[in-house]
């Protein structure tokens, strides 16, 4: 089993940052495909980007590309979302999630389904 824990969620100006975390855990834990996805009310789960194994490849949704930036930390079992010029547009609940097979990044990796893992979500809330 995979346990995921975000953080670093919170409420900011428009124009600001931040860096949001999720750890993994679990005695089968192992480094596969992640993604940070996030809902807002009344809206579909939509993936904001989705990082490889390794880390040297990443996935980004259109609407944060040059915002958000992806990365990895496989020796802690971490996975960060760098949020900077954050706009209201970006108020949502954001999702860690990890694929449960070892499949390298594809283009499946941009739909939840392909998902077996979800943390618990953290609120972020840009202010106007």
């Known amino acids: 089993q995979v346990q995921l824990v975000e953080s670093g969620g919170g409420l900011v100006q428009a124009g600001g940052s931040l860096r949001l975390s999720c750890a993994a855990s679990?005695?089968?834990?192992?480094?596969?495909?992640m993604a940070w996805f996030r809902q807002a009310p009344g809206k579909e789960r939509e993936a904001v980007g989705a990082?490889?194994?390794?880390?040297?490849?990443?996935y980004y949704a259109d609407s944060v590309k040059g915002r958000f930036t992806m990365s990895r930390d496989n020796a802690k079992n971490t996975v960060y979302l760098q949020m900077n010029s954050l706009e209201p547009e970006d108020t949502a609940v954001y999702y860690c999630?990890?694929?449960?097979?070892?499949?390298?990044?594809?283009?499946?990796?941009?739909?939840?389904?392909?998902?077996?893992?979800w943390g618990q979500g953290t609120q972020v809330t840009v202010s106007s």
């Open positions: 999630a990890a694929d449960g097979l070892f499949q390298n990044l594809n283009l499946n990796h941009r739909y939840p389904g392909t998902y077996d893992y």
């Open positions: 990082i490889s194994r390794s880390g040297v490849s990443t």
């Open positions: 679990g005695r089968t834990f192992s480094s596969t495909v």
